[in-house]
């Protein structure tokens, strides 16, 4: 069983910096993709970053000269360092992995979720 477990969120003023971890646990091997989406209340789910295993990064716009993800492979964490808030960074965060597990049949690839983590920015 795969778990990955989110911290790092909180409250911070605007201009701020938060940095967010996302480790995996269990049985998930040859991590492909980390990435970190968001949701603010009322709004879709958005990808803000990802990162794959070759280190290749995008951004979405909104965020891109602000914000940093970075991966530890040997740790299984991704993190997001975030610069320069803004109240419209206000979102529940949501890391997403994606990589190799085995069950009895063998490797199969899987997608995982973490819980969340709020950040909120206040103006």
């Known amino acids: 069983q795969v778990q990955l477990v989110e911290s790092g969120g909180g409250l911070v003023q605007a201009g701020g910096s938060l940095r967010l971890s996302c480790t995996a646990s269990?049985?998930?091997?040859?991590?492909?993709?980390m990435a970190w989406h968001r949701q603010a209340p009322g709004k879709q789910r958005e990808l803000v970053a990802h990162?794959?295993?070759?280190?290749?990064?995008e951004y979405v716009d909104s965020v891109k000269g602000r914000f940093t993800i970075s991966r530890d492979n040997a740790l299984k964490t991704v993190y997001l360092q975030m610069n320069s808030l803004k109240p419209e960074d206000t979102a529940v965060y949501y890391c997403?992995?994606?990589?190799?597990?085995?069950?009895?049949?063998?490797?199969?690839?899987?997608?995982?979720w973490g819980q969340g983590t709020q950040v909120t920015v206040s103006s």
């Open positions: 990162i794959t295993s070759g280190g290749s990064i």
């Open positions: 269990g049985n998930i091997f040859r991590i492909s993709t």
């Open positions: 997403n992995v994606r990589g190799t597990v085995y069950n009895a049949r063998g490797p199969y690839e899987a997608t995982y």
